[in-house]
Structures are given as C-alpha cells and as structure tokens.
C-alpha cells in the first residue's frame, strides 16, 4: 500500500505551520519584542519585557513562545540570557512584514554603558566594546574567519596566513586546552566579538605591537593612532 503522503495533506500541514507562525507573531507584545530585535542586538528578558509593556511573568510566557516557534534563540553569557532573532531568515521575514504594514523601522538599540568602556574593553582576557565588534565583523569581511553551526569560529587559509604575518602564532593557540575562536556576546553592543583562544592571543598582539592600551585603573582600553596607522582595514 502507497503510504506517501499526498500533496493535499502536504499543503495542508504547510498551511497550519505558517498559522501557528502567524499567530505567534500577531500578539502585540510579542510583536513588540521582534521588532526590538530587529537591530540585531540582544537583550535581555527584563529589557523585552519593558519594550513589551508586559510583567516579567507574562515576558518569560511569550518567549517561550517565541522560542517554540523558533523565531528567537537564548544566548548564555555567564550568568546573564539574552534572547535574539533567531537567524537571518527571521529578520528578512519580519522586514519585508514590516513593509507591508507600513511600519517605522524600530528605534536604535541606546547601552547605558559608560562610554569609556564602551568604546574598548577587555572581556576576561579579549577584546570588547565597540572596537572588539568592529574587528570582529572586519576579520569576517576580509575573509579571515569563517563562522561554524556549533557557533565557534575557524580561520581561513588566508588568515592564518595573515595572522601569522602579523605575529599571532595560530599552531600554538591553536594547541591551547581551550576553545580555539568563538563568537562572544558583548555586553554593551550586544552583538558577537572575538573570543576563545585566538581573541586573547589577538589582545596580546595589539598590547605588544602598540595598537591598543590598557588603562592602569579598569578594563578600559584605548586605540592608538599607531593601530589606525598600521591597520587600518580591522582599526579604522
């Protein structure tokens, strides 16, 4: 007996998916919070919340929601979770909704992170603030790095090569007992910088060669017109 399913059951099925997405999207809170999210920064659930004009309860309640329906994701940072659109897809989608409403595009993301620590920072032992995000959306550009699924990173022969040209010994990060390079969760940008091994091993360069300067009294650190001297195309 023939026991595959028919094109009508198919459509069907496809049909009650896309409801269930609909719907999930519909709510106005929740509506709220993707929106929000469109800047592509995460945040937290508290911070949904407060965009969602909803109780801390009833937030968890549609984020799960949204969740379900694979419309965000939850990101672990130490003891902080924040959620994000779920992928590139998700926001496309929401755009082009959003056209179709005739929709402001939402407001920016605005950190009240002091602006010292935002700029640059150390995060643990790498680089962070808006010059870690920058160098770390840079080294994607220049084709240096290349995004895994498992969310770490691996170089590309052009960048080890490069890397190593600039003086980051890749064999022996590479043989350091941890991760190798992942994307890390800013704190004031809310967007990915470098971390793992290679992060830290790319701060100790920037340290020796002159490209960054660690403050005596923080985490602060400050750009050097020898980095935008000397590299240009990853400290502009």
């Known amino acids: 007996m023939d026991t595959t399913p028919s094109s ?21 809170a929740r509506a709220r919070m993707l929106s929000c999210l469109m800047d592509g920064h995460a945040r937290t659930a508290t911070e949904l919340a407060t965009v969602a004009e909803v109780a ?5 309640a549609h984020l799960a929601r949204l969740r379900q329906e694979r419309l965000v994701e939850l990101l672990v940072q130490g003891k902080h979770r924040y959620f994000r659109l779920a992928d590139d897809n998700v ?7 959003m056209v179709v409403a005739g929709a402001p595009h939402a407001a920016a993301f605005k950190p009240g992170t002091p602006s010292r620590l935002r700029a640059a920072r150390t995060c643990y032992d790498h680089m962070a603030g808006a010059a870690g995000v920058a160098l770390h959306d840079r080294l994607h550009a220049q084709g240096w790095l290349s995004g895994l699924q498992s969310g770490s990173y691996e170089l590309t022969p052009e960048g080890a090569i490069a890397l190593e040209s600039l003086g ?11 991760r190798f390079a992942c994307a890390c969760l800013d704190w004031s940008e809310r967007r990915p910088h470098l971390g793992g091994a290679l ?38």
């Open 8 to 28: 009508s059951a198919s459509s069907s099925n496809a049909d009650m998916q896309l409801a269930r997405l609909a719907a999930a999207i519909a709510e106005p």
């Open 168 to 178: 980051v010994e890749v064999d022996a990060v590479r043989r350091s007992r941890r």
């Open 199 to 236: 992060g830290a091993a790319w701060l100790q360069l920037s340290l020796r060669r002159g490209w960054v300067r660690q403050e005596l009294d923080g985490r602060a650190l400050a750009l050097t017109p020898r980095a935008q001297r000397e590299m240009p195309e990853l400290f502009a």
């Open 56 to 60: 801390a309860s009833t937030a968890s």
């Open 91 to 97: 926001a496309a989608a929401l755009e082009s909704l």
